[in-house]
């Protein structure tokens, strides 16, 4: 499955961004963690696959999974 498959949305493929979580964040890490579309703003947890809404984010490697606060 490649990264447009995973964010599942009907947005051109160039739209397509891999989003890293750089220091201060809390689950910061040195490569990717959530794939972000850049038309419609819909973000996918990298490993868990998960829709990623408001301030919710991909743990790192997808461990500690929460249910989408709403
Ligand atoms: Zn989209």
């Not at 599942?8 to 890293?20: G, K, S």
């Not at 996918?44 to 829709?51: A, K, T």
């Amino acid at each position: 499955m490649n990264n447009k498959e995973l964010l599942n949305c009907p947005c051109p493929e160039d739209q397509v961004m891999m989003v890293e979580y750089g220091y201060p964040h809390p689950e910061s890490w040195d490569g990717v963690s959530e794939i972000k579309c850049l038309e419609c703003g819909k973000r996918v947890g990298r490993w868990s696959g998960r829709v990623l809404e408001g301030d919710d984010y991909e743990n790192r490697f997808g461990r500690n999974l929460k249910p989408t606060l709403k």
